[in-house]
């Protein structure tokens, strides 16, 4: 087989970026996308500027990746915002926010990836959920809700996408050091990492290790999962 392509989306910075030198370092074809544009470049990487949710710009650039490489290997779904307020304090358009993003975008993603792999009949599929919807974080319901829809969806895509030869996988980290977590009262996510059998923060290399787990060719056999970080 030739070089893999692998999708990732949220790749302006932290883990998205992260993603990206990685899978480049092991020698993939890397496309990304963030809403913002990035300041950097890599070889094997090309860049898309849209929404995940703003589907005439997804469909296009499906269509431009499978112009360019007739199909799509890997895709991970790293996009996702964060709403970290007391319902009470929580106004609808954040809700709806997150749940496009979180949610709807995911399913984008999925859905039009799905239509090369199912042409190739291989494909792996990796969605992001949190160790904040098994432990029910309070303060965190349009983001808890969020992740929880994205698990849900995941085991329900995994059944649709099986006869393709198609996995659908989901991890759940624990907090990670990036400057969404910096925003944080310190309090609240040291009672996280209190709450964790292993209590520490996640680094991106945890992240890295289930989702190469999840890319092998040899877990053919794994889909509609999902693996939690620390423990929880």
């Known amino acids: 087989m030739s070089k893999p392509i ?3 989306t949220g790749t302006r910075k932290g883990i998205g970026k992260f993603l990206v030198e990685h899978y480049i370092g092991k020698g993939h ?3 990304g996308c963030s809403r913002g544009d990035i300041d950097w470049q890599l070889d094997n990487y090309e860049h898309f500027t849209l929404d995940v949710v703003d589907e005439k710009k997804v469909k296009k650039m499906f269509s431009s990746v499978r112009k360019k490489y007739g199909r799509v290997d ?3 779904n790293n996009a996702g915002i964060a709403s970290m307020n007391h319902s009470l ?3 609808v358009s954040t809700v709806q926010k997150v749940l496009n993003t979180n949610v709807v975008g995911t399913f984008l993603f999925c859905r039009e990836a799905a239509k090369l792999m199912k042409k190739t009949k291989y494909g792996r599929m990796v969605n992001f959920t949190t160790v904040a919807v098994p432990l029910k974080l309070e303060g965190e319901a349009a983001y808890v809700a969020s992740k929880a829809g994205v698990k849900s969806l ?3 895509l995994s059944r649709e996408y099986a006869e393709y030869n198609v996995t659908v996988n989901t991890i759940g980290p624990v907090p990670i050091e990036t400057d969404l977590i910096r925003a944080v009262p310190a309090d609240k996510i040291q009672n ?3 709450r964790q059998a292993i209590q520490r923060f996640g680094s991106f290399e945890d992240v890295v290790n289930v989702i190469d787990f999840y890319l ?5 056999f794994i889909t509609g999962q999902t693996l939690y970080l620390g423990g929880v």
């Open 6 to 8: 692998t999708l990732i």
């Open 29 to 31: 074809i890397v496309i």
């Open 74 to 76: 890997n895709l991970i």
């Open 89 to 91: 304090l929580t106004p």
């Open 154 to 156: 995941t085991e329900v």
């Open 192 to 194: 996280l990492l209190d």
């Open 216 to 220: 092998k060719p040899e877990s053919a």
